[in-house]
């Protein structure tokens, strides 16, 4: 029996009204649809998008061949449970920990050393779990710099507004209204700017939720990313829009209600120097400094991307192609699919084109988090030790030569696919971890048990990365993969030449041992990349496009202050031509005015930098959070737009009249 979800119901069964009762077929056996699941429900994992539910215990219908779920170590298995009331989570883990305790004693070979944690569904892959709530939290920090930049932006430019309007007010307040009305007032007007900005950033967000949506990672996992906008998002975005309308509007309208009315009735302006607005000339500050922050933190992550794509994760994807299969789903015996995998290894070898090939049960940097506990021949274990564990892998000969892995001692040979057999090849960490000061090669260890037979280390392979480019050194040890049977395997191909011929022979070469046979993952190791760099190049488009909004918001910032500083100083700027003060002096005045306050921006910034910079350092890859040339480039950068939002408006300024300045004032 099988429950299909929503979206499976819609696209497979075109929304079939009579789908329960029908008869599917699933990897060749028959499942019955005796229920559709809502719509959006796919299962506890956000991540992923199922298509079928399936009893538990179906496994093998399931996954042919697969007999993972008979053994007791098997760490495959996740349980979802609901709390009873009033049972905390530190409660339960508790209880479950004196079951685990309990199994150990009647299992000691499976269940000695294995403990229970307690998670939120949703993420239960830890390393998953702690990259998307890292990356979150440093996305949320960015966005509330970004909002904050945009309101000290927004309370600048009020605060000129209002300025213009001091004639307005000064009669408003002369013929009786209250300081409270004029304040409840400009209020008002900005939180109705508020609130319309608010709802074109909703508008924006269902829009950029479509892009992300449509994102296909060339995975054989279906992934889903769905932000999906519902009432929580609606209720925040309202709140915040409320709350940033009234907090970042208040001061320029309590300012702006007291103006000296006589000088403003008459509508004379004084505005000889920036002095004379120390809040206006702050939030110019500010602006230059959350703008930095944001620039460092979007050039941090760029220059992290760029790294990251020159990185060579341990083997070298370019000019080198995979595609993977699973012979259990087409019901093969074990018999029948060794004499194809030999089959498949020598009649690939001899393509034109292909340098070498080799079998694998898994790619390395794919959505696989397999871990095995290692036991050390000689070195002694208890109940409670924490044992080290390391990443399994199966492959067949010319593995390392295939991937252009540097190896030390020697690779697997046909001989080592006998069951008599216990050879493997460790990693350069495993080396150093478990047999430090000595050699490793002719060491032993296993994997299954202390009382287990020992495997014989016969090689040693060089570093690499396993499940994440940013992730720290791991131990890795591999096997003959013709030895123990494995139904999947991925076929990997150094080729010469045009890699879409390649896979197209490859791919018949398959289809001429079984035209059945399905595949998936084919593509070349280099679009296999695009894994592993997808959160990277998400968190560069994303920094990168706030840190060209924040520039943007500094230039105009800056740009609009200084034109209103102008403005307000036209009289000034008349009688200083008029009494023969050159044309580039004024220039020069108008400029020093707007870079001193630009320049204290980057000053504060930089420090702020520094910090905030600290906090992204789990998100970086090959690059210190103290990057001095991102710094430094970050800091020209913002120098330049500054000088050029203050240019402009200061040239204007050494083109007034001096008659028409004195005559108009």
Not at 28 to 51: K, L, M, Q, S
Request: with cysteine; proline share 5%; aromatic share 8%.
């Amino acid at each position: 029996m099988a429950v299909i979800t929503h979206g499976c119901w819609q696209k497979r069964f075109a929304s079939n009204p009579g789908i329960i009762g029908q008869n599917v077929s699933l990897n060749g056996h028959v499942f019955t649809v005796i229920g559709v699941a809502p719509e959006g429900f796919n299962g506890t994992e956000v991540a992923y998008g199922p298509e079928f539910f399936v009893p538990f215990m179906m496994a093998r219908e399931i996954e042919p061949g697969s007999n993972w779920i008979d053994y007791r170590d098997n760490d495959n298995i996740f349980v979802v449970g609901r709390l009873k009331p009033g049972v905390s989570t530190p409660q339960a883990e508790s209880q479950l920990q004196a079951i685990t305790l309990q199994l150990a004693k009647e299992y000691p070979k499976e269940n000695e050393g294995r403990g229970v944690r307690l998670l939120t569904p949703g993420l239960f892959i830890p390393d998953i779990r702690n990259s998307v709530i890292n990356f979150s939290g440093v996305l949320m920090g960015v966005v509330g710099l970004v909002l904050l930049l945009a309101c000290v932006n927004l309370a600048n430019l009020l605060l000129a507004r209002a300025t213009e309007r001091r004639k307005e007010l000064a009669i408003r307040l002369a013929v009786g209204a209250s300081r409270r009305r004029i304040v409840r007032q400009l209020v008002t007007e900005s939180v109705l700017l508020s609130l319309a900005g608010g709802l074109g950033g909703l508008l924006l967000a269902v829009w950029i939720n479509g892009l992300v949506a449509s994102i296909k990672l060339p995975t054989d996992i279906a992934l889903v990313f769905d932000l999906h906008v519902d009432w929580r998002v609606l209720v925040f975005a309202l709140i915040v829009s409320l709350a940033t309308g009234i907090v970042f509007s208040l001061l320029p309208a309590l300012q702006s209600s007291r103006p000296d009315l006589v000088p403003a009735l008459k509508d004379e302006v004084s505005m000889g120097g920036f002095r004379r607005s120390r809040l206006r000339n702050t939030l110019v500050v500010v602006q230059v400094a959350l703008s930095l922050v944001l620039l460092v933190c979007a050039g941090l992550v760029v220059r992290s991307l760029q790294v990251a794509s020159r990185t060579r994760p341990g083997f070298n994807p370019d000019n080198a192609v995979a595609l993977s299969f699973d012979l259990g789903l087409q019901g093969y015996s074990e018999e029948k699919g060794r004499i194809f995998q030999r089959q498949l290894l020598e009649r690939t070898q001899s393509l034109p084109g292909v340098r070498s090939v080799a079998l694998t049960s898994v790619v390395p940097l794919t959505l696989d988090y397999s871990y095995s506990q290692i036991y050390v021949e000689g070195q002694p274990f208890t109940a409670n030790s924490n044992l080290p564990v390391a990443v399994p892998n199966e492959i067949s000969p010319n593995y390392f030569h295939t991937m252009e892995i540097p190896l030390r001692g020697r690779d697997f040979m046909e001989q080592d696919s006998k069951e008599q057999a216990r050879v493997a090849i460790i990693n350069e960490s495993f080396a150093r971890r478990l047999f430090p000061g000595n050699d490793a090669i002719g060491r032993r260890f296993n994997f299954d048990g202390p009382d287990k037979p020992y495997w014989e280390v016969i090689g040693v392979a060089a570093d690499g990365k396993y499940n994440s480019l940013a992730e720290d050194q791991k131990m890795a040890f591999y096997r003959p993969l013709l030895r123990d049977y494995s139904t999947n395997a991925t076929l990997v191909a150094r080729i010469t030449g045009d890699s879409g011929s390649a896979l197209t022979a490859l791919r018949a070469e398959l289809q001429r041992l079984d035209s059945t046979l399905p595949l998936y993952n084919v593509q070349t190791l280099s679009d296999h990349m695009n894994v592993p760099l997808f959160p990277f190049r998400m968190a560069a488009t994303v920094l990168g496009s706030f840190g060209v909004l924040a520039i943007v918001l500094a230039a105009i910032g800056i740009y609009g202050v200084m034109s209103y500083v102008v403005a307000g100083r036209t009289r000034e700027i008349g009688v200083r031509i008029a009494l023969g003060a050159a044309r580039r002096n004024v220039l020069v005045l108008i400029i020093k005015q707007g870079m001193t306050l630009a320049v204290l921006g980057l000053g504060i910034g930089l420090l702020a930098a520094f910090g905030v910079a600290q906090l992204l350092a789990r998100l970086l890859f090959g690059v210190s959070p103290v990057d001095l040339p991102t710094f430094a480039v970050v800091s020209l950068m913002l120098i330049l737009v500054a000088g050029l939002a203050c240019y402009i408006p200061a040239r204007r300024a050494t083109k007034v009249d001096p008659l028409v300045a004195l005559r108009y004032e």
